[in-house]
């Protein structure tokens, strides 16, 4: 290997190659053999790249610090029903987005650099929203101010975007840089619960072992605590250690495109075959609709990661396919939800569930058209993209209509 080194030095495919055909030993032997060419300027690049490690970083002290009182904020958010004995289930359903988003806000503001006056206005938002959701009236939970309580995480969602934009909310390239990071915020966020779910087990087990049944209080603190930090501690890991996961989420996107793909064609044909009515049937409705979010989903994170030069011709196809089924579902939904409307009348569920659906099919629709063109020319991802995160806005704009009219629409009922 040393002799083949030293005589392709010259030869940057060559060297690519061998250092491709046996990578371990190509370092091993490059390394020894580095002393006596290191005046070489290939040489010198290629001890970069192979001795090159990627340390995992704390960011600056202050940063730390940051993260770590702003987790700490989180925890007493969550915690307030304890402190002012609330009725917890009550007040996580309306307040369980203001556990999340403004701690979020505050560290991906100051972290991006935005403006003071666009982060002010965000927090004025969420500060608008949270006195909102709060003054609708108690009781047993109503139609529209339980789809208000719904829609409230995806219209914060939105105002978050608007804070990760820095200085340019409105930029296309900002919207998918902050759909990529939430892509990476997933991984690295399931990671941190998972490892949390084994040091609680742990934990449990250890004390149950001694006679002390300790699971009320952890769950009630430790893990309420914990739960509220994941998405600002997970964010502050996704920033400052980019390499985490930026090659994991582009993988899962590969795996999991062509997996959901045939899943969901034999999910159709199990339907047909099966007999299922999606028209009278409303918890199968239900099921439809959170199938088509969460496929939907995917084809967004995937297209942002092969518009980062990880797609070739076939993960286009794969999309593409996976977005025509995808249409197919959101038809079968939309046929069902008019059906309904048609036989029982108009509910606050009916037509929130209607506009969505509509929404996402005119969305799909033009990001399958520009997937159909980005076929034959692969130049074009860049167009679907666009397409893509132009259209984000329009689904907070629906949340805020949600939430913020249909209870008085409605009535509160």
């Given at each position: 290997?040393?002799e ?8 940057p495919p060559?060297l690519?190659e061998l250092y491709?055909?046996?990578?371990r ?12 060419i290191?005046a070489?300027p290939v040489?010198?690049a290629w001890h970069e790249?192979?001795?090159f ?11 730390l610090?940051f993260v770590?009182i702003v987790?700490l904020i989180?925890?007493l958010?969550?915690?307030l029903?304890?402190?002012l004995a609330?009725d917890r289930?009550?007040f996580?359903v ?6 999340v988003?403004?701690a979020l806000t505050a560290y991906?503001?100051?972290?991006q650099?935005t ?9 004025l938002?969420?500060?608008a929203?949270a006195v ?7 009781g ?5 101010i339980?789809?208000a ?5 995806v ?9 990760y934009?820095?200085?340019?909310p409105?930029s ?5 840089d ?5 892509a990476?915020?997933l991984?690295i966020?399931?990671i941190?619960?998972?490892?949390g779910?084994?040091l609680?087990?742990g934990?449990?087990g250890l004390?149950?072992l001694?006679?002390?049944?300790a699971?009320?209080?952890y769950?009630r603190?430790?893990?309420t605590c914990g739960?509220?930090a994941v ?5 502050y890991?996704v920033l400052?250690?980019?390499q985490?996961?930026?090659?994991v989420s582009?993988v899962?996107?590969k795996v999991?495109t062509?997996?959901v793909?045939?899943t969901?064609?034999a999910y159709?044909?199990?339907i047909?075959?099966?007999?299922k009515d999606p028209?009278?049937?409303r918890?199968f409705?239900l099921v ?13 994170f995937s297209?942002t990661?092969?518009s980062?030069?990880s ?5 286009i196809a794969?999309l593409?396919a ?5 249409i ?11 059906f309904?409307?048609s036989e029982?009348?108009?509910t606050p ?14 969305h ?13 020319d692969?130049s ?5 993209e666009?397409?893509?995160a132009?259209?984000?806005?329009v689904?907070?704009v629906?949340a805020?209509?949600?939430c913020?009219s249909f ?7």
């Open positions: 290997m040393k083949q080194i030293l005589a392709n030095l010259g030869n060559q690519e491709r055909a046996d990578r030993n190509f370092k091993k032997e490059f390394n020894s053999l580095y002393p006596e290191s070489d040489a010198r790249r192979l001795n490690e990627d340390e995992i970083s704390w960011g600056s002290r202050r940063e610090w770590i987790s989180a925890a958010i969550a915690k029903p304890d402190f609330l289930e009550a996580y309306r307040n369980i987005a203001f556990v988003f403004p991906l503001g100051w972290k650099g403006p003071r006056k666009q982060l002010l206005l965000a927090f938002v969420l500060a929203s909102f959701i709060n003054l609708l009236p108690n047993a939970p109503r139609d529209s339980l789809l309580c719904i829609h409230l995480p219209f914060l969602w939105m105002i978050l975007a608007f804070s934009g820095g200085d340019r409105s296309p390239a900002r919207r998918l902050y759909l990529r990071f939430n990476d915020l991984v966020a399931a941190i619960v998972i490892a779910g084994l609680t087990a934990t449990l004390f149950s001694i006679g002390v049944d699971e009320e209080f769950f603190n430790i893990v739960a509220a998405p600002v501690v997970g964010s890991l400052t250690n980019p985490l996961v930026n090659k582009p899962i996107a999991f062509p997996l793909l045939v969901l064609i159709l044909g199990a047909v075959y099966t007999g028209y009278n049937d918890e409705l439809f609709n959170l199938l088509l979010i969460a496929v939907m989903a995917i084809i967004f297209i990661e092969a980062g030069g797609g070739g011709k076939f993960t794969m593409t996976l977005a025509l089924v995808t197919v579902v959101n038809g079968i939904a939309l046929s069902a939800i008019v309904r409307i029982w009348g108009l569920n009916r037509l929130a569930v209607l506009v969505g659906n509509l929404l996402i099919l005119a799909l629709l033009l990001t399958t058209w520009q997937l159909l063109r980005a076929l034959r692969r074009r991802i860049a167009i679907v666009n397409t893509m132009r259209f984000l806005p689904y907070g629906w805020a209509v949600v913020f209870p008085f629409i409605f009535n509160f009922g």
